[in-house]
């Protein structure tokens, strides 16, 4: 640049002397009138000094003019080098400037797009906030889990987008102190969740927290229900063991002496046996069809006759309680895909049950297409089921009416029975009921294709 403004300074002056030179002697001579030599000098002077501002100002606006695109992120533009003076060196340092803060800009970018890829893949929810407990991210899962949206939940506090007092706390205690909470936390979602939570202080000179939110509702409820089934199969395995015993005990004190009371006694053994070996073979039956739900043979099946042979073997006992069996099956119902042995104990646990609730009237078995698929519904005229206790009727060992289910002898697995092998078969069981006028039970499965 400088050695530009040097050869201007001398062949600029040198040129316009020379040029104004020969117009004055042109005048002298008669050649031209002084008036128009003037004007001639005058643009001739004009044209030069703009000349002389463009070769020295156009390299200066076309660097500013590149440096404000720069600056407002288009990174794409490059200067053209023509020397390598001052101006050249300018633009080079430019373009290299801009090479660099490319190759910066693509791995932040780059970092960026990885740390949200980690964010979006987690499993856990996140919940970053800065040090006024504003949040500054959160990832899908909490989006999912709150109902929330993250660019509406960005830079408003922890509490007015989860509104949990005690969540709100243990973000205040964790930019208090300094140090990592934990703790389990119960959150409207809008239904009720239980989370633990792990909260993190941010190091590195920033202030802010980082929540990690982990959904164990599910596994406490699963830990609620083992506790429940070990107790529940605690129980009613000690009550017929209770009972032998103390037959046992008392033929052992002398009623062994007397035939006919120990005939009864062990008559009575006998049924608690019995009970206690269906209990126990229930229990079995159970846990081989939740090992091995998503592995049943699967074959076509024709439910017709399953639902026949099934109604067949239980003739003799609804005569003997003085009910009638009915039997409607459509001649056109398609096979469905499934096992034959497990879709013919659904049918005998829920006839089972229907026989022994009800004390008059007729059980009926009939089915229809459904959607492709195959609807099966078993209604009887028995005691029926509260309201209340629908939505708990297929949980092992729950009774509706325990006094009346523990004089039938019923181990209280063979509903639980049916719903594990119907949803293995990616079916479906519901149940309709009024106290004292019936129930009916409907077993959907999917159609085969």
Do not use: C
Not at 24 to 46: D, E, I, R
Not at 149 to 154: C, G, P, W
Not at 160 to 165: F, L, P, Q, T
């Amino acid at each position: 640049m400088l050695r530009r403004l040097q050869r201007l300074a001398i062949t600029g002056p040198l040129m316009l002397w020379a040029v104004l030179t020969v117009l004055w002697v042109l005048s002298s001579a008669g050649y031209l009138s002084q008036t128009v030599a003037m004007v001639l000098g005058f643009f001739l002077a004009l044209a030069v000094a703009v000349a002389m501002r463009r070769l020295i100002s156009w390299p200066l606006s076309r660097v500013a003019e590149t440096a404000g695109q720069m600056a407002e992120g288009d990174l794409s533009q490059t200067l053209r080098v023509y020397e390598s003076d001052e101006m050249g060196k300018l633009a080079q340092s430019l373009n290299q400037m801009a090479q660099r803060l490319r190759a910066t800009l693509s791995l932040v970018t780059e970092e960026k797009n990885r740390m949200q890829a980690i964010l979006d893949s987690m499993a856990d929810g996140v919940i970053a906030v800065d040090g006024e407990t504003r949040v500054i991210l959160i990832n899908p899962v909490v989006e999912e889990a709150f109902g929330l949206n993250e660019e509406a939940s960005l830079g408003k506090t922890v509490l007015e987008v989860v509104r949990d007092y005690d969540l709100d706390r243990l973000f205040r205690e964790a930019l208090d102190s300094g140090r990592p909470v934990k703790q389990e936390l119960r959150i409207l979602t809008p239904e009720p969740r239980l989370f633990r939570v792990h909260l993190t202080p941010m190091r590195g000179g920033q202030r802010g927290v980082v929540a990690l939110f982990r959904d164990i509702t599910e596994r406490r409820q699963l830990e609620k229900m083992r506790t429940e089934f070990v107790a529940n199969a605690s129980h009613e395995l000690r009550t017929p063991l209770t009972s032998i015993r103390g037959f046992i005990e008392a033929l052992r004190d002398g009623a062994l002496e007397d035939p006919e009371t120990a005939r009864r006694f062990l008559a009575i053994i006998d049924e608690e046996t019995k009970r206690l070996s269906e209990l126990v073979d229930d229990l079995l039956q159970l846990a081989s069809i939740e090992e091995r739900r998503r592995s049943f043979r699967r074959q076509p099946v024709e439910l017709a006759s399953i639902i026949q042979r099934v109604s067949d073997t239980f003739a003799t006992r609804v005569q003997q309680k003085g009910l009638r069996l009915r039997v409607d099956l459509p001649d056109d119902l398609p096979p469905v895909l499934g096992d034959a042995n497990l879709l013919s104990q659904v049918f005998h646990n829920l006839l089972d049950n229907a026989v022994k609730f009800s004390e008059k009237g007729e059980i009926v078995v009939r089915a229809r297409q459904e959607n492709g698929g195959v609807a099966v519904e078993i209604a009887d005229n028995g005691i029926g089921i509260a309201p209340e206790h629908l939505t708990r009727i297929f949980e092992r060992f729950f009774r509706a009416d325990k006094s009346r289910a523990a004089s039938s002898g019923g181990t209280g697995l063979g509903l639980a029975i049916v719903k594990h092998i119907v949803e293995g078969h990616g079916g479906e069981v519901r149940v309709t009921s009024r106290l004292g006028e019936g129930s009916v039970f409907t077993v959907i499965l999917p159609g085969h294709s």
